[in-house]
Antibody, heavy 118, light 107 residues
């Protein structure tokens, strides 16, 4: 089955760190660029970060640049998002998503909730 | 950054109605535009890509048009399962940006 299985969300205090994972199955992971999109409670979609299929290029929203790091392990078919210096405004459901050959997103994970609060 | 502005922010309609949602980009994005549908508690679903191409499995009552800065999503005859929130997204350049969403409610 083609799917993205997410893990790693949870509750963290401001200034803390968290790492999200997104395990891919059912398709050739190494040929797909990958993306993280988040959605704050009751709000719209916000693109967070993207990485090319080889991992050679990464892209970030200004709101997370310098604090978040996207990476992938193609040997494990897994995408990561390392989140440091977390802020209350980072509270959101985080989705991993992909599509081959362009930057639209036709496969989505189920999302993982990150809550940043003291 | 390219700003995406959707209108209206919300719309009420009845089953069988024709509904049009617009999305305007702050600069030209050619046809690098997608439309998504999101229902509460679910991940977004891709409906339309490259402005007018229907994603596989999406009903033909959904259609998209436009290029440059102005785009539309049309639902020709609303069905009960279409009541949801709709987002546009530009894929022309980084940072990728989404519209603020249009909530489609039952009248």
């Amino acid at each position: 089955e083609v799917q993205l299985l997410q893990s790693g969300g949870g509750f963290v205090q401001p200034g803390g760190s968290l790492r999200l994972s997104c395990a891919a199955s059912g398709f050739t992971f190494t040929t797909y660029a990958m993306t993280w999109v988040r959605q704050a409670p009751g709000k719209g979609l916000e693109w967070v970060s993207a990485i090319t299929s080889s991992g050679g290029r990464t892209y970030y929203a200004d709101s997370v640049k310098g604090r978040f790091t996207i990476s992938r392990d193609n040997s494990k078919n897994t995408l990561y998002l390392q989140m440091n210096s977390l802020r209350a405004e980072d509270t959101a459901i985080y989705y991993c998503a992909n599509r081959q050959n362009d930057w639209y997103f036709d496969l989505w994970g189920r999302g993982t909730l990150v809550t940043v609060s003291s | 950054d390219i700003q995406m502005t959707q209108s209206p922010s919300s719309v009420s309609a009845s089953v069988g109605d024709r509904v049009t949602i617009t999305c305007r980009a702050s600069q030209g994005i050619s046809s690098w535009l997608a439309w998504y549908q999101q229902k509460p508690g679910k991940a977004p679903k891709l409906l339309i890509y490259a402005a007018s191409f229907l994603e596989s499995g999406v009903p033909s009552r959904f259609s998209g048009s436009g290029s440059g800065t102005d785009f539309t999503l049309t639902i020709s005859s609303l069905q009960p399962e279409d009541f949801a929130t709709y987002y546009c997204q530009q894929a022309n350049s980084f940072p990728i940006t989404f519209g603020q969403g249009t909530r489609l409610e039952i009248k």
